[in-house]
């Protein structure tokens, strides 16, 4: 992630403005506010803004008049409360919006979550900038065999490096030739006098999908720990895995006693079938249930054993 | 609207508080956030938060790195041209909170939209305020004739007194009632001590529906415009209406720019159909298109020609 | 649930009427419908259309040219792989259509749920009927003592004759003066000659919030299977389970191989908290964790041990 | 647009399926039921299921407990008032779905309306297939120079060849190299054995935006309408636009009333602002108003202009 040095001085520019409000503040999330943290090679999520803190998310369950706060502790009781009973609407209430870059392929995986408000920067209007991921050798990985979906080993460092020849190769060809399409530097100068140029919205379709692409995108709370409760999952492609573990740290500073719930009753958590609930009272009744008399497939089995630390 | 003394102290406290933030700030929202707008004659709207100014409008179109003000012409320019174009993602950058106190049967009406957040006081877990809507005798008026859903001439004072103290006595007697069923005052104590109190999920049933409730709703800038085109609109009820209208002035406050373009482009704007065009251009060709020739219907005739202030 | 004879032969009628069609067609659901099922004292459910059958949901998971369907076995085991791991797009490719009479104060429970379309029945435009629901004495229960939501022990039979007096005073009152005030009956006569209707926006403001209204809903399967986890659940009021259960049946009906993943996975499945998980662990492994030294609450840690069989 | 003959022959086995049903069934809209039509080079639009007709849309309004229907000059006429009146509800009771094949930057655009339910073919899972856009020189334009998002005059024949033999070039060669990465066949056979192939997940960065997805996607009506006037409006980018239209004719045959009132009170309509209808107001009086007294922008007084056929 390199900025240019004329974002560099927008960014610190716009951190040296302050206000008073008597709105909910949380000055840990104030201290990162409008800085790019950075994801991927050239990619980051920066926090642009914010709505309500952990009290925001109990003056809403209350429906109060004045902040939601009585005591730390009543607060983290009723925050654990809602959380475990799927009381949603409680954590609607907060809101949160970033600007992000990232590739277009990892863009395309993000849109599916449909309950944000997003802005795109546009390919129609302007000119996409020159910058496309790579891969560290340490994420280039096979296809997985018992999985149709994922990766299993890490390639070996010459078979990294002819992969990324060719990613690099033909994302540098095809940037280039969009270039040319265009007949059009950044400054909108015309390159070749005697030619026209394609138009943006024709010309980007020469692009690679490891381009990257921006926008701000802005979110309430329960959608978005919905949102990091499947990216920061491990079934989960690594690309946007690697954005949702720097916004989860983000919820962290924002908004401490829900993340560590969210942590408890969601990523930590495990559901359990009906049929795996009763092979867990089975084992608890000292009884030996196998894969064959569970009603579960092999699968399933193997996966129950893991969560349960169990030896099967 | 009459907040007990401990309502009133929550909100003075909540209005002292006050912080630092580099979050975009809007001082004339600020000068009445938290403070309870009254509506109708029990009602009220607060502004509880809100994120962004118009300028978080321009800043999301540009998917720009800084402040999104160049200078407030351009602002204005773009937040037009945005707006005449449909281009509703910019607006959806914007959020606000509201805390209001409504009659039941105008949240009936209000909850259909639907891209909001709300958290509504709850009737299981808690007990309704004693608090119903009575119309002022002003906006008591008979059916239409001429449209099925809708008011029309205002009723007499001898009328008025009647339907008044029907409503009054039906209301007053179904939260008595209430009271009895639950068994209970609001300080949790017991009235006849010898029966159990009825569940509140079940005893509230009993209420009528100009009993008051109240809720936390948030929604963003766009659907909040939708919102105010559909229910400041002289086809919607004159109770919601009247909300709509304190609400318009939150934005007023909040996004001028933004207000001003909604009311030339929304609010004082009409869409004329097709076959309304072909009128529309014909009479300024110099003809004279008849409500029979013009594929209008005698209703559609006559709102064209009152949209166009022409006799007709 | 008594419909007039002109509703009753709008129904058989529509049944009556049969086409020909290309599209995933659901025998044991086509016979029953249009039918009302009956739910509480005047309520029903009537499925009024569909889009989708088990096969439709592995052809989009497919995204295939042809039906799903390979094998009803490969077909089953790909839904409960979907369900399983929260692919929900391929159950949002079903779609079901209702008719619904509930008490309105189910009807605020229930719109809630915002993923759903829905047209209700107006009060500005209409006359409400005059139907009402009384609870049966097995369902007038007392306040939950333990829990601020909730009911508790059933009334006895002279208590509960009292409150079923109370509720059918004050709903036959207030619908008597809900005519009075509208001042025609349900042809369209005027009741008193010498004085005007009021507005029935207004008007219905007097009823109860037991009175029946009734609406077209119609919501995509993965979000009805959503409502039903939360509707068919315990923890909610019994007017709506009572809605969710006959609906689960039609759900039942039309998509058998879902019902089964879904009952298995969602409605008799728990999620484990981290905390709870360790528990489990710990007790697997001969252990004594006690609720101190686990980090659950007294609430928790008692739902826990129900939910293992075990006696904690 | 070329189906293998085993997509064909799924496509035939399957409309070769006839089931009795009595839901509302669409004859017109039955014939084409589940056949592609195609779109650009490579692309189609198969309708593969439907949920109600015209009569569905007033059956709902009415909350009927029988079929719409009236008489269709009735329904004609409900429908044209709820078009007018933005009554949106009832067109949401109707619902579609379509399978789609479409280059990846236009799947970009589409995907940014929110409100359908959408299952892409996944190039995590599977390989996608070889075909990618080139558009015909008839639709190779030069950037437009009034309008930074749009195109203007077509290219010269020579520009346009020497256009095409880029894109062709680079989606073939990075298509060549996807399926090097790949090491891997469609039919799942190692092309070199001595070394592992990349996952699919990874690999698929290296495609171009003009290589064909394809996805399900299914919608209300109103939402469907919602995304057809602004995707069939002449500022959409032009391939999208031809999804559009091929769309819209899907409309036309399933829903005939709904797809004239949509055409007169939407795709023809134009909405006039506040200053717009001043302009208007003064026309017809007799009076000059100029650009400079209207409070028009010189743009918005070209397109008033155009609009209204007047020379101005």
Redesign the interface.
């Known amino acids: 992630m390199e ?1 240019t040095a004329e ?1 560099q001085a ?2 610190t ?3 040296e ?9 949380v ?1 840990e999330l ?1 201290s990162i ?2 800085q790019p943290l950075p994801v991927l090679d050239h990619g980051f999520v920066r926090v ?5 803190d952990d009290a ?1 998310i109990v ?3 209350r ?5 939601g706060t009585r005591r730390v502790q009543d607060d983290a ?1 009723l925050i ?1 409360y809602l959380m ?3 009381h949603s ?2 954590f ?2 907060c ?1 949160i ?1 970033y ?1 992000i870059k990232l ?3 990892v ?2 995986q993000w ?2 979550h ?2 944000a ?9 302007s000119i996409l900038d020159k910058e496309y ?1 790579l ?1 560290e050798p340490g994420h ?5 065999k018992t999985n ?6 890490v ?1 070996s460092a010459a ?1 990294a490096a ?2 990324l020849a ?2 690099r190769d ?2 540098e ?2 940037y280039a ?1 969009y270039e ?3 007949n ?1 530097d950044r400054d909108g100068n015309r390159l070749d006098p005697d ?8 010309a ?7 381009t990257y692409t ?3 995108w ?1 979110i ?1 709370l329960h959608n978005l720990l919905h949102f990091l409760s ?1 990216r920061a999952d491990p ?1 989960a ?1 690594y690309e946007i895995r690697a954005y949702a573990a720097v916004m989860l740290e983000t919820v962290q500073r924002w908004l401490p006693i829900t993340a560590e719930a969210f ?3 969601r ?11 009763a092979v ?2 089975r ?3 000292g009884e030996q249930p196998t894969p064959a008399d569970s009603g579960l ?1 092999a699968r ?1 089995w193997r996966e129950l054993m893991a ?4 030896d099967g």
Chains 1, 2, 3, 4 share one sequence.
């Open positions: 900025l974002q927008e960014i520019e716009a951190r403005q302050a206000a008073i409000t008597r709105r909910a503040t000055p104030e506010l409008l642009i803004d914010y709505m309500g925001a003056q809403a369950a429906v109060s008049y004045g902040r009781g654990r475990r009973h799927r609407t409680p609607e209430m809101e919006k600007h590739p277009i392929f863009a395309r849109i599916r449909r309950t408000n997003v802005n795109e920067y546009s390919g129609r209007y991921y891969p280039l990985a096979a296809q997985a149709r979906q994922g990766r299993d080993e390639l078979d002819r992969v060719i990613l033909d994302a060809r095809c030739d040319t399409l265009l059009e030619r026209p140029g394609l138009a943006r919205e024709l980007r379709m020469n692009l690679t999908l490891n921006q926008w701000y802005k309430d499947l079934h492609q942590s408890d009753y990523l930590g958590a495990a559901l359990l079938s009906a049929r795996a609930l867990v009272r084992l608890l009744a497939s399933e969560v349960l630390g169990h």
